[in-house]
């Protein structure tokens, strides 16, 4: 039976030549350490993200077969989408999708919301797929931050009797602030 390391992570600035030897003789330990603790490493599951920069350097796992890691261009990390440019527009659509389909759900099952039911289902089920971790991919770019703020202004529309008002004052209506400004709110705290 064997054992497999899952979630490891590996890093190393590359300027040079002599920092890609680097990286390769630390992921050459690691295939020694795995080997020795026997928590061997899955080298299909093992890939590489130059993060910033592309460059053709190729690195191996493995002692006898040496097996080529796959370039990756996004991972998922901890529920957390990173992409090799480090911008959050994957992330914040992955998570407006998520948030609408909850929304829709709940628009499905239930016939009437009352102001109380909306916003217990509100600040259970949809804001929490739109905030989770925001401290770490928290959107900059405007079309990002549009991009949830549809989720919100489109199940505040759900509310028996608001749907005729404007978003803020849909918002004034039901007690909530928009989701840029508990961002902000969050950063100052």
């Known amino acids: 039976m064997k054992l497999f390391a899952d979630d490891t992570k590996v890093w190393k600035i590359i300027d040079s030549v002599d920092d890609e030897k680097v990286l390769q003789k630390d992921l050459d330990n690691m ?94 089920y949809i804001r929490p797929h739109m905030e989770f971790c925001v401290q770490a991919w928290s959107p900059h770019l405007r079309k990002d931050i549009e991009t949830l703020e549809r989720v919100q202004r489109s199940a505040t529309k759900m509310v028996v009797g608001l749907k005729h008002l404007t978003y803020e004052e849909r918002l004034k209506e039901l007690g909530l602030t928009s989701l840029e400004k508990r961002r902000t709110r969050g950063d100052l705290t």
């Open 31 to 124: 295939m020694a350490w795995s080997r020795i603790w026997l928590l061997w490493f899955n080298p299909e599951k093992c890939k590489i993200m130059h993060i910033g920069h592309s460059l053709n350097t190729v690195y191996h796992l493995g002692e006898t077969e040496r097996q080529i890691l796959i370039v990756s261009k996004e991972e998922k990390d901890l529920g957390i989408t990173v992409t090799n440019d480090l911008k959050s527009a994957v992330q914040c659509s992955k998570a407006a999708a998520k948030a609408r389909s909850i929304a829709g759900l709940i628009r499905r099952n239930f016939r009437r919301l009352e102001k109380p039911e909306f916003l217990a289902l509100y600040k259970a």
